[in-house]
């Protein structure tokens, strides 16, 4: 069975990490429905990296006034 990473960082003021993942998955999954894919959201430190976090660690947004 393949076996696939994809960790990709956004693509600023276009689509975020998870975006991204979710349209490569679609794509492999066109050429290799069986396989098995890990998906990690990454980030270098500026747009995006609070949001990458959140989602790879399940977690949520809150506000406090």
């Known amino acids: 069975?393949?076996?696939?990473?994809?960790?990709?960082?956004?693509?600023?003021?276009?689509l975020s990490s998870q975006d991204l993942a979710d349209a490569i998955e679609k794509g492999v999954r066109k050429v290799w429905p069986e396989c098995r894919i890990c998906k990690i959201?990454?980030?270098d430190g500026g747009e995006g990296t609070t949001q990458a976090i959140v989602e790879s660690l399940n977690g949520q947004y809150i506000t406090i006034d």
Not at 1 to 14: E, L, P, Q, R, Y
């Open 1 to 14: 069975m393949k076996k696939i990473v994809i960790a990709i960082d956004s693509f600023k003021g276009c």
């Open 41 to 43: 959201p990454m980030a």
